[in-house]
């Protein structure tokens, strides 16, 4: 029926009509997937205006208070970075990864929260990892980042007055003092959750 110079010109065009169909469908769907083709893992911690887990306002910053507020997590001292610099604070700590980190508010009491861990979900069900383009969010609700988190897009997330979604681009180059072109800021990904009380 084909000779065997049509052969594979079919094979090629099957081959692409394929990747069509697998593009198509996955931009549909939204799920979330990591690089190695795997679902995340089911979230453990939800982010909402309200708080995290038991983490609230009124949440004493000290590890006593925030493990009451997260019992079955372990609180640990670590020094990690926030925009402006690094310093000390407590992590929050299940089965051994790290889902969150809680920094010193004001008045004794917890400031900004960052989600730092894989099974931690966003108001809109965001998850580390998740694309710009992903999230669904306007450019005009980002700004860019600054010192130690310069060419970043920070973002308030969708339905929130209290949540902001954290998103780098791999091998950034800048410019620093605004955001990225449309093109590169739709495949940025989310690096951290911040909850600010």
Not at 4 to 14: D, E, F, I, K, N
């Amino acid at each position: 029926m084909f000779n065997h110079l049509q052969l594979p010109v079919l094979r090629l065009l099957a081959m692409m009509t394929s990747a069509i169909l697998l593009v198509g469908c996955s931009s549909q769907t939204g799920q979330l997937v990591t690089p190695g083709g795997a679902p995340p893992p089911q979230a453990v911690l939800k982010i909402t205006d309200a708080g995290i887990s038991n983490l609230t306002p009124d949440t004493r910053y000290g590890p006593s208070s925030i493990a009451q507020a997260m019992p079955g997590f372990d609180i640990e001292t670590i020094q990690t970075a926030g925009e402006t610099g690094t310093e000390w604070t407590y992590a929050a700590f299940l089965d051994g990864l790290q889902m969150v980190q809680i920094f010193k508010g004001q008045n004794g009491k917890i400031g900004v929260v960052h989600g730092v861990g894989d099974a931690v979900a966003g108001p809109n069900g965001e998850r580390l990892g998740m694309t710009f383009s992903q999230s669904g969010l306007p450019r005009s609700k980002c700004r860019v980042g600054e010192s130690l988190w310069r060419g970043m897009a920070i973002c308030d997330a969708r339905n929130s007055s209290k949540i902001k979604l954290v998103f780098a681009i791999a091998e950034f180059n800048g410019p620093f003092d605004r955001l990225a072109p449309s093109s590169e800021l739709q495949g940025a990904t989310l690096q951290r959750i911040l909850w600010v009380p």
